[in-house]
């Protein structure tokens, strides 16, 4: 069964960057777009940014500028690099492949 596992959330400072990995198990990830979304705390979940099978991004317009996604597609593994942090950017970070799969999420903390 093809599953997605985010990893590298943590705490970092404001103005610090981080980058999140997913990666998935199986030989299909190529054929699907990817997400990430995130859920702040006490809110709902947003989409944050999009890649599609080929490399097109889209972003949230309050990442823009900031957040970079990508794909390695044979590594099987999505990326969200996330640069010039802002504590407004805290919360659970989880990617979603377009065959429906969810990620069991990664905590992001942006705090002095």
């Known amino acids: 069964q093809v599953q997605l596992v985010e990893s590298g959330g943590g705490l970092v400072q404001p103005g610090g960057s981080l980058t999140l990995s997913c990666a998935a198990s199986g030989s299909i990830f190529r054929l699907f777009n990817m997400a990430w979304y995130r859920q702040p705390p006490g809110k709902s979940r947003e989409l944050v940014a999009t890649v599609t099978t080929d490399g097109r991004a889209n972003y949230k317009d309050a990442v823009k500028g900031r957040f970079t996604v990508s794909r390695d597609n044979a590594k099987n593994t999505a990326y969200l690099q996330m640069d010039s942090l802002k504590p407004e950017d805290t919360a659970v970070y989880f990617c979603?492949?377009?065959?429906?799969?969810w990620g069991q999420g990664t905590q992001v903390t942006v705090s002095s």
């Open positions: 979603h492949s377009s065959n429906g799969l």
